[in-house]
């Protein structure tokens, strides 16, 4: 993890920035009061119509079917150009709702992509709890995938490109743990129904 506003590398348990002295308290403080947003894909910008919203939602679905501990979460969003963006994007991601309150620290398994359509800038954030099997480079190269699509103003598609590499990236996650721990984690052949 790196500090939203000045990019140093954090630890997990780091309450402030060592460099800039950044603490959720003092972001909170800065960009003011948390605008009203809504889980699962959430788009302020109107970039969506309703049959993408749609589509994005299934995927996001199917996600969550194949992962039930993760929680995905898509914001398209007007930021103001004030503050660096990667600084929004980690105070919405820790005070804007989109985490029920007994998912912190490692128990925290959400994911945001954040999108500001005007800016043109796009972030994912992992909650602590994904950080081990996400990684910067990850996510970064899956939004440096989709980045064409978004200049051609095709949002839905870029986003089902994020949802489609996470599955991925997730699916191999697991797939490793599972070998590091000794399991067989793929599926096996039909069994005809015996015990």
């Known amino acids: 993890m790196r500090c939203p506003y000045c990019l140093t590398r954090l630890t997990e348990t780091a309450v402030e920035c060592p460099k800039c002295v950044l603490t959720l308290d003092r972001a909170s403080a800065l960009l003011g009061a948390v605008p009203r947003l809504g889980r699962g894909v959430c788009d302020t910008t109107g970039c969506l119509n309703k049959?993408?919203?749609?589509?994005?939602?299934?995927?996001?679905?199917?996600?969550?079917?194949?992962?039930?501990?993760?929680?995905?979460?898509?914001?398209?969003?007007?930021?103001?150009?004030?503050?660096?963006?990667?600084?929004?994007?980690?105070?919405?991601?820790?005070?804007?709702?989109?985490?029920?309150?007994?998912?912190?620290?490692?128990?925290?398994?959400?994911?945001?992509?954040?999108?500001?359509?005007?800016?043109?800038?796009?972030?994912?954030?992992?909650?602590?709890?994904?950080?081990p099997?996400?990684?910067?480079?990850?996510?970064?190269?899956?939004l440096e995938l989709s980045e064409p699509a978004w200049r051609a103003k095709s949002w839905s598609k870029g986003i089902l490109e994020v949802i489609t590499g996470l599955d991925r990236l997730l699916e191999g996650a697991a797939l490793e743990a599972a070998a590091g721990f000794g399991l067989n984690a793929q599926a096996m052949r039909s069994r005809k129904g015996d015990f």
């Open 51 to 131: 049959a993408e919203m749609q589509k994005i939602t299934k995927a996001a679905g199917k996600l969550a079917w194949h992962f039930p501990q993760v929680s995905l979460n898509i914001l398209l969003h007007g930021f103001p150009n004030d503050h660096p963006f990667s600084l929004h994007v980690f105070w919405i991601f820790n005070c804007g709702g989109f985490a029920a309150e007994n998912t912190k620290g490692g128990d925290n398994h959400n994911i945001l992509l954040a999108l500001d359509p005007v800016q043109e800038k796009s972030a994912l954030m992992v909650g602590y709890g994904l950080e």
């Open 133 to 142: 099997f996400l990684g910067d480079d990850a996510m970064d190269h899956l």
